[in-house]
């Protein structure tokens, strides 16, 4: 089988560490193993819209900005296809046929989709869009035949339901679609990385992030205004690690080399946490050390940035050379399944031959 990797964001707002650790770490890492036969990244406006139809300016304006994180990043054109989903119709036609093979009781069940829906306390308001993405997305996953997907685990109820929906389809209409399998982060803090509000996730609907373009001052405001311990008063007060955000980060992105370099009197997390607990250590010394390596990981991001920032016309040739290369293969897909459908009609004129024999 052809490994095929697909993933995406959507264009709801710079893309934010939460990001990093939970998917474009996992693709820098896949893109340099190189070990695939094909690997596309998706802008996903038309997701995006499904819960901000009243807001298109939004979606459209961080287009590039999502494009300029990517390169930032280091995601590299000529090995990875970025394109947008809006341009690509063929998904669109594709979600229509999935949505009879999906039961509204099951959609309700989607974990990820119910949470979301109170976030936005959509209530009983919920844009029929919105509450159907889930289907939409296994049209994005399956159109390009993507065996494995880098996602953060709030993604893993879309890929099951990406999983039910191909294995309905091929059941039906026999063995077109691909089984998608997820690639998770393999550090449990990088799963779901918290808000600096220690909001369960760092989102861009919620406004709680650390994005990747930020300024080193941007970075410095947020980690110094971090949730800690709301107990830890005083220095030599005992501290508390569960929940405390800045230990958070640490795991998800300290080194021991960091401890190394930056904060030699302990050799690595495990003996910072311990010293932390016993009392005696500040919050400002720590988030003064996160606050260094944070900005070590964003250093080289906000140069390459800069860079696409001044050949925009660069990233817009990108963004259009992908699309295409998108489009021509959600083509075939949608041949294939169409043709799988009995939805081909005039490729031939074989109906008539059918009506004949049968008169
Ligand atoms: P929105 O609030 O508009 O949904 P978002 O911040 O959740 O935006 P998405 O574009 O929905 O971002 O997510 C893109 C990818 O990034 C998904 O694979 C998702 O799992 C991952 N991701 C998003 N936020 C986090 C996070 N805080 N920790 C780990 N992974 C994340
Ligand atoms: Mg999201």
């Known amino acids: 089988m052809k490994k095929i990797i697909l993933t995406g964001d959507r264009p709801t707002g710079r893309l934010h560490i939460g990001h990093y650790v939970g998917s474009l770490k996992s693709r820098l890492m896949l893109q340099e193993k190189g070990d695939y036969d094909d690997f596309l990244v998706m802008i996903a406006d038309a997701q995006a819209l499904t819960d901000n139809a009243d807001n298109p300016s939004k979606i459209r304006s961080n287009i590039l900005n999502v494009a300029l994180d990517y390169l930032a990043v280091g995601i590299d054109p000529q090995k990875i296809h970025i394109f947008i989903q ?29 949470s979301e829906i109170k976030a936005r306390g959509f209530n ?10 889930p289907i939409s997305q296994a049209a994005d996953i399956t159109a390009f035949k993507a065996s494995i997907v880098p996602v953060g685990d709030d993604q893993l109820p879309m890929i099951e339901q990406t999983r039910e929906i191909v294995k309905s389809f091929n059941r039906i209409y026999g063995e077109v679609l691909v089984l998608p399998k997820e690639v998770l982060p393999e550090n449990e803090a990088c799963l779901r990385l918290p808000g600096i509000d220690g909001n ?46 800045v230990f958070t980060y640490l795991d998800a992105f300290a080194t021991d080399d960091d401890f190394k370099n930056y904060y030699p009197e302990f050799a690595n997390l495990k003996e910072l946490k311990k010293a932390y607990q016993q009392g005696g ?55 294939e399944v169409k043709d799988a459908m009995k939805l081909n009609y005039f490729d031939n004129e074989e109906l008539v031959k059918e009506y004949k024999d049968e008169h």
Not at 126 to 131: A, D, R, S
Not at 207 to 229: A, F, H, P, Q
Not at 285 to 314: A, G, M, T, V
């Open 124 to 133: 009983e308001s919920i844009p029929v869009g919105f509450f159907t993405y």
């Open 86 to 114: 809006s341009e690509v119709s063929e998904l669109t036609e594709l979600s229509f046929y999935y949505a009879n093979l999906v039961t509204v009781s099951r959609l309700q069940r989607n974990p990820t989709v119910k």
């Open 200 to 245: 369960a996730k760092m989102s861009k609907s919620v406004g709680n992030c650390i994005y990747l373009s930020d300024s080193y001052e941007e970075l410095k405001t947020k980690v110094m205004s971090m949730y800690t311990d709301p107990l830890h008063l005083k220095v030599e007060d005992k501290g508390h690690i569960e929940g405390n955000t």
């Open 281 to 335: 250590i500040g919050d400002v010394k720590i988030k003064k050390f996160l606050l260094q390596i944070l900005d070590n990981l964003l250093k080289p991001i906000r140069e390459r940035r800069l860079y696409y920032e001044e050949h925009i016309d660069e990233v817009y040739n990108i963004l259009k050379d992908g699309t295409m290369y998108a489009r021509s293969i959600a083509r075939e897909t949608l041949k």
